[in-house]
Nanobody, 123 residues
Framework: QVRLVESGGGLVQPGGSLRLSCVAS????????MGWYRQAPGKERELVAA???????MYADSVKGRFTVSRDYLENAMTLQMNNLKPEDTAVYYC?????????????????WGQGTLVTISP
């Protein structure tokens, strides 16, 4: 069984910083890509940032220059450093991984999601 666990959410004032972490565990053969998504109340889930197996990164326009995503390939982990936070960044942030896991004598592709961590930006 494979799972993702996020941590690092909380309440911070506008202009502040937070660092989110996501760790994958289980019978993982390979992680192809990992990403951070967020969902604000009444809105659809959106991609915030992602990093591929070759360290390529992408960001939503709304967070470019403020957020930095990185991976620790040995630890199957990913972080999201969020600076200069704004009230509109308030949301539940989810970690996602596109990976391959061991199942008996073979491997299978799987997209896994974490349980989410709440980020609240408020004075």
């Amino acid at each position: 069984q494979v799972r993702l666990v996020e941590s690092g959410g909380g309440l911070v004032q506008p202009g502040g910083s937070l660092r989110l972490s996501c760790v994958a565990s289980g019978s993982i053969y390979r992680i192809n890509a990992m990403g951070w998504y967020r969902q604000a109340p009444g809105k659809e889930r959106e991609l915030v940032a992602a990093v591929t197996s070759s360290s390529g990164t992408m960001y939503a326009d709304s967070v470019k220059g403020r957020f930095t995503v990185s991976r620790d390939y040995l630890e199957n982990a990913m972080t999201l450093q969020m600076n200069n936070l704004k009230p509109e960044d308030t949301a539940v942030y989810y970690c996602s991984a596109d990976l391959v896991y061991y199942m008996r004598d073979s491997t299978k592709d799987l997209e896994v999601w974490g349980q989410g961590t709440l980020v609240t930006i408020s004075p």
